[in-house]
């Protein structure tokens, strides 16, 4: 095969690729844009999270000034919509208030976007600059869309009301009777990808990073082990939380996880419309900063750094090497980790053995986003592309670092370098946690 053909064939794979990844996060988009009536795409359901309605029209207005301005080189279709829909001039709690497209509008306005997008797709050059390579720019376009549609779905966790979304539950599994830990060597690894080619500003340069050794769990906290720190008196003891922590419990009269109630003598939680008995081999799910990093102290152990998690998720000894995942380079499957909504809640505690790293911790990607202990900040080396308001601006003591991805990520935009962030506070998000302790020397 001649250097041309080999070239056209790795066009064609890398099209085939992004449209498919466009295809699925629109798929995605629709369904839980067309699930509710109209008053709920319009409403505020938290002053946390935008209207529905401003996620479809701010998903079309991103694509276009990437993928029809800066890529094609088209004049603006709607300049006077791009200030409302600039997630950095307006706060959400503001958005309500902004003269936005309605429902009808907003979905012809994202789908005529599309249409022009996959005219530009059947001609794109992937060769052409840093935005285009490897076709950049249209994986990072997907990766935005499916971040809007997870937070479009902790709006519609947050909604009042009937049902609205439904899902099969995952395959029920043995209850896990494994070792409860993992010892994860000390020595280097190489943290962070250069290679990846949609990966994100943050997740580069790769760079060599020592770690010492560290036991780490094998699976995520249950809801049966943090049941078991509530009824102890976990959040009656100022012992096991940072000042801040305790403030903010003592403050807001937080006494569990987002959405829990007590009911008797057992706790229910509301997931998206329906209440439940808490399930006790299910990671716990709604969990701030403070609160996952309270019980690592009461359990005798301590959060992750990134560092560790990333190390615990990569790193494989027999070779030295970092994989893209934790079962090895090859992407996503059903089998590996509970990803892309495909379940509406985690899997139990222990699920997805095909999907554990080669040191034989699961659950690693997928089920609950696992706070860790480190700050948000850049690796050396650090470049923002293409723009600062996706990292830069968020780097600094006020973020905390989330790892792993929820049920609710689409496998675009999960990898074993993908970085999540979020404050300490920060409890609608799908987020739970795994503890960590360093090996006696």
Known sequence: MTDLASEALDAEALRERALTTLVTARERTTLLTSCVEEPDLTAQHSPLMSPLVWDLAHIGNQEELWLLRAVAGRDAMRPEIDGLYDAFEHPRSERPSLPLLPPAEARAYAAEVRGRVLDVLESADFDGTRLTEAGFAFGMVAQHEQQHDETMLITHQLRTGPQALTAPDPEPVPLYTGPSEVLVPGGPFTMGTSGEPWALDNEKPAHRREVAAFHIDTTPVTNGAYQAFIADGGYEDARWWTPKGW?????????????????????????????????????????????????ARWAGRRLPTEAEWEKAARFDPATGGSTRYPWGDADPTPEHANLGQRHLRPAPAGSYPAGESPLGVRQLIGDVWEWTSSDFQPYPGFRAFPYKEYSEVFFGPEHKVLRGGSFAVDPVACRGTFRNWDYPIRRQIFSGFRTARTAAA
């Open 247 to 295: 403030s903010h419990i003592r403050r807001h009269k937080i006494v569990a996880p987002l959405f829990w109630h007590r009911d008797g003598g057992q706790w229910l939680r509301r997931r998206f419309g329906v209440t439940e008995v808490v399930p006790p081999e299910e990671p716990v799910l709604h969990v701030c900063w403070y609160e996952a990093d309270a019980y």
